[in-house]
């Protein structure tokens, strides 16, 4: 059996559960305006090389979250002044401070509560974001100049 009689069978077993035709078809038949060029692909360009450079973001995001824990830096004036700011909110404040602290004062909970936010909640909400901004795109189509 040759290769591409392999690789025609292997299409066809995805193409029923994946309609992998009806994708290719709508993606290649949509309307481009003449007037569009490299700088209205920039969005998506930046998306393929946060993809591409994934690995290289959370390795130095590791090294760095490992040298603020080695070094303390957490436990500074920045992150006392920064978390202490919705104290002056009457009845909440206090409650709230003690929310984003992890504790009553700033400590290894603060860290472990500032690197969640920074990697899944962050992350999730550009995710998000990025999704309905392309499906938003896809919908209306790309515009005219102004």
């Known amino acids: 059996m040759s290769v591409s ?4 069978k292997v299409y066809d077993w995805l ?14 038949n ?7 060029n490299i700088f209205y692909c920039l ?26 824990y080695l070094t ?6 920045a992150v006392k002044i920064v978390t202490s700011i919705p104290e002056a909110i009457p009845i909440i404040g206090s409650p709230l401070v003690e929310l984003l602290r992890g504790s009553s004062s700033v400590g290894q909970f603060t ?6 936010l920074h990697t899944f ?4 909400l550009i995710a998000v974001f990025t999704l309905m901004y392309f499906s ?8 005219g100049p102004l």
Do not use: C
């Open 5 to 8: 009689t392999y690789l025609n």
């Open 30 to 36: 949509k309307y481009v305006p003449p007037h569009v």
């Open 136 to 143: 938003m795109i896809r919908k209306q189509g790309i515009f």
């Open 43 to 68: 969005g998506g360009i930046t998306l393929t090389f946060h993809r591409w450079s994934a690995s290289m973001v959370v390795l130095m995001m590791i090294l760095y979250v490992f040298r603020v």
């Open 111 to 116: 860290l472990t509560r500032f690197y969640s």
């Open 15 to 28: 193409e029923e559960p994946l309609e992998i035709y009806a994708i290719t078809d709508d993606i290649t």
């Open 72 to 77: 303390g830096r957490f436990k500074n004036l």
């Open 121 to 124: 909640v962050l992350s999730l």
